[in-house]
């Protein structure tokens, strides 16, 4: 499948253009400053306070790593512990077979709605618009994701998707689209919050109390015993797992883990890292299917959808240790001022700069690996320790590269690269160029600075203060300065 027909990249400007939009909304930016300092804040306050958060990083690292090692036989475990517990395993290699999948097994039912608990899985793959076209309609169940359903919207964080949303707009939305998919919104609905979450709990309860058919994504499986679970803070997701007939659940593959005791670590790393919580408020953990109890059809889709690919990529596959936790973006100075969908992804911040171009393709997304500063916030804070910089640098040697290939004529930065290595691999065509720069400057610099060059150099020399280069390099001072005396002295003492 080629990358540009995964559903993960939404076909959105590149993150350049995107962004220069966004940055002009000064209501996102305000509203995402204020959301993400306030989860910051309580990150740090809960990791700092376990002696032991450095030690649960390291674990929790190499236990992924270890896990990605092995993929294919924690997989094939996973496949017969859940099939033992009366559970149906099916393999999707990408988005269409995953949708055809779940479209299946649906209509297999004879229902034509269902609900759904958070998954970007789904959202990867354009779940709701695939059911939408097989006339079957999925309702989101998770707060922020109503909100972003209501709105005819698309998420903007991992955690919140409806970060860029501000609470006067949330009654609006509320106001106006609540009708149309269900109960509609009270009279004289206020923007407190408890109001918001009132209504959206009376808008959901019908839902859940019809439902047959349930969608969730899972945050961990366990391979040892078959085990599934899905970590969120409102309990509609628990509504979405215990009331229907028939769960179906979508799962990345690299969310694996070898044994049920490997979730100690990665339950206590989670809530603390996304939520700034010492504790998950609802965390369901299901085993197949327990007669009298519960969904009586379980179906577990194993989503490929690139990660294959990436695995094969010694360095880019640390991405797929990713608990989704959202830290990353919570620190990143470019997140806090785009907001997530300026990268035209379901993954947005550091994560998806890094996770969406192998999924799609680096030459699908390009622009993405350069929508950082490097500053390392990410790599501090991510609680599995992906070096997001180190990936970042990897893929976009690999987006110049792909840029090269494809062009027929070298690009200006290209050929300007080629003439500073041809300079700075000879001291004298060096000397040569630093005579030849110093003569220049003494010509355009005014006040020893540099203003604007002429033709290609405009850009970029306008948008910097640039100092003119020294009359004399430190190597012709070095000769005329020591060299010269020391010829004098040696001249004394023969
Ligand atoms: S990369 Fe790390 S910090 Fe970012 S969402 Fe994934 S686990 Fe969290």
Same mark, same amino acid.
């Given at each position: ?16 253009? +995107?962004?220069?939009?966004?940055? +002009? ?171 918001? +979450? ?242 220049? +400057? ?53």
């Amino acid at each position: 499948m080629s990358g540009a027909d995964n559903v993960v990249w939404l076909g959105t400007p590149p993150f350049p253009e +995107a962004a220069r939009t966004a940055l +002009a909304d000064t209501r996102l930016r305000a509203n995402l400053r204020r959301a993400t300092g306030t989860i910051r804040d309580r990150r740090l306050a809960v990791t700092d306070e376990l002696d032991d958060w450095e030690d649960l990083r390291d674990t929790a690292a190499a236990v992924k790593r270890r896990t990605l090692r092995h993929l294919d036989r924690h997989l094939l475990r996973l496949e017969e512990t859940v099939t033992a517990a009366g559970g149906t395993v099916h393999w999707a290699p990408d988005a269409a077979e995953a949708n055809a999948i779940v479209t299946r097994l649906v209509q297999a039912t004879g229902e034509s709605e269902i609900v759904k608990v958070k998954s970007m899985a789904t959202q990867e793959i354009g779940l709701n618009e695939a059911l939408a076209e097989a006339g079957i309609r999925a309702y989101e169940t998770d707060l922020a994701e109503l909100i972003v359903q209501l709105g005819g919207d698309r998420p903007s964080h991992i955690l919140v998707p409806a970060i860029h949303r501000g609470r006067s707009e949330i009654r609006e939305i509320f106001r106006r689209q609540m009708g149309t998919w269900g109960r509609p919104a009270p009279e004289g609905l206020t923007d407190d919050p408890r109001d918001l +979450a009132e209504a959206a709990r009376l808008h959901l309860r019908e839902k859940f109390l019809r439902a047959k058919v349930a969608v969730s994504g899972a945050n961990f499986a366990a391979a040892e015993t078959g085990t599934v679970v899905v970590v969120e803070s409102e309990g509609n997701g628990r509504m979405c797992l215990a009331l229907p007939e028939t769960l179906i659940t979508v799962m990345g593959i690299e969310k694996v883990l070898p044994s049920f005791a490997d979730l100690d670590v990665f339950l206590r790393l989670l809530p603390r890292s996304s939520t700034g919580e010492r504790m998950n408020p609802y965390t369901s953990l299901w085993t197949g299917v327990t007669e009298g109890d519960g969904p009586q059809n379980f179906h577990l889709v194993l989503l490929d959808n690139g990660r294959t690919a990436t695995l094969a990529d010694e360095v880019g596959r640390q991405a797929l240790s990713c608990i989704r936790c959202s830290a990353c973006l919570n620190v990143c100075p470019v997140y806090e001022r785009t907001g997530g969908h300026a990268y035209g992804s379901v993954y947005p911040g550091p994560i998806g700069a890094v996770l969406t171009p192998q999924l799609v393709g680096v030459q699908n997304a390009a622009s993405l690996p350069f929508a950082s500063t490097l500053c390392g916030a990410c790599y501090d804070a991510c609680p599995v320790k992906i070096d997001i910089p180190e990936v970042l640098v990897h893929l976009r040697a690999k987006a110049v590269e792909a840029e090269r290939r494809d062009r027929l004529l070298p690009t200006p930065e290209a050929l300007a690269m080629k003439a500073a290595g041809a300079v700075l691999s000879s001291p004298r065509r060096l000397a040569a160029v630093q005579r030849l720069a110093a003569l220049a +400057a003494r010509l355009v610099a005014r006040d020893g600075r540099i203003g604007v060059l002429p033709g290609p150099f405009a850009r970029w020399s306008g948008t910097r203060d640039t100092p003119a280069p020294a009359r004399e390099s430190l190597r012709a001072w070095w000769r005329r300065t020591r060299e010269a005396g020391r010829t004098t002295t040696e001249g004394k003492g023969r």
